[in-house]
């Protein structure tokens, strides 16, 4: 049965405040599924399964499938799709609130709603730091600030991604294969965690990373004056970075290299 066809079934109407594009295109589906490289061992989370295009896929791979679905209107057509499989549990919750504690290495295979997309890399980050992979599908524009290394594109999302992550495009999903077609295209990124990051404490480095790039217009200088007044300079002459820089022209390792020396100076 098609994608279209479950939804019709079930007298569902998509959401735009829930950020409902639903992959509806079986093919597109196999092929990310296929990136992830599942085997039976695996522990696969999907974020958002919809009407289950990419969940049927993942399950067929008789991994352990466990979906979060924050629309309870949803139920029937999830619980009757999926009721021959013993492989697959669904809760229908947000999975901003999911516990995520009972997970040590799982993978992760999700079209995500794309006005979440930065708390959703945040949980999995924080919460499963030893996950294996991240195949995710998101809109194109943060497909490239996730992949930017500087300029227009590079932002807190460039560094909070590939500060844990290698980064890799693997796939563009056009507009056509989704029930509302978007208006951009979709990529499918894979994110592979780093086996060597700095020893630093992440949350006080994110609000850091904000911080600098609170007015991307202004030097770094004067964004980081809010943090830390009359030295700022000086910091950042130590760290050999001109004070008349612009944050979205800084790597992540000076970036690092500043916070370091701002918490111990």
């Not at 998509?14 to 695996?42: E, M, P, R, W």
């Not at 991994?63 to 619980?79: G, S």
């Not at 980081?224 to 002459?237: M, P, Q, R, S, W």
């Amino acid at each position: 049965m098609k994608t279209s066809d479950w939804l019709k079934k079930y007298n569902i109407y998509l959401k735009k405040s829930l950020g409902q594009n639903f992959l509806s295109t079986q093919t597109y589906a196999k092929q990310i599924v296929k990136k992830a490289s599942i085997t039976t061992n695996d522990t696969v989370i999907e974020i958002g399964p919809g009407a289950g295009t990419l969940t049927q896929e993942l399950v067929n791979t008789g991994a352990n499938v466990y979906a979060y679905e924050i629309d309870e209107r949803l139920k029937p057509l999830l619980t009757e799709r999926f009721k021959n499989f013993d492989n697959i549990k669904i809760e229908f919750i947000d999975f901003l609130k999911a516990n995520l504690s009972t997970f040590e290495t799982p993978k992760y295979v999700a079209n995500i709603p794309y006005y979440i997309t930065s708390l959703i890399l945040e949980k999995i980050f924080l919460e499963t730091p030893n996950f294996q992979i991240a195949l995710l599908m998101v809109q194109k524009e943060y497909a490239d600030r996730m992949i930017a290394k500087s300029g227009k594109n590079y932002s807190p999302l460039s560094i909070f991604v590939q500060f844990f992550c290698t980064v890799e495009k693997i796939l563009t999903v056009p507009p056509h294969a989704f029930i509302p077609n978007p208006k951009v295209d979709s990529v499918v990124i894979k994110l592979t965690p780093k086996k060597n990051r700095p020893d630093i404490d992440k949350n006080k480095f994110f609000k850091f990373i904000h911080i600098a790039f609170s007015q991307r217009r202004k030097t770094i200088k004067n964004n980081l004056k809010k943090i830390f007044d009359t030295n700022t300079e000086i910091v950042l002459k130590k760290c050999n970075v001109d004070p008349k820089t612009r944050p979205e022209n800084i790597s992540i390792e000076k970036f690092v290299e500043i916070f370091h020396y701002i918490e111990h100076y």
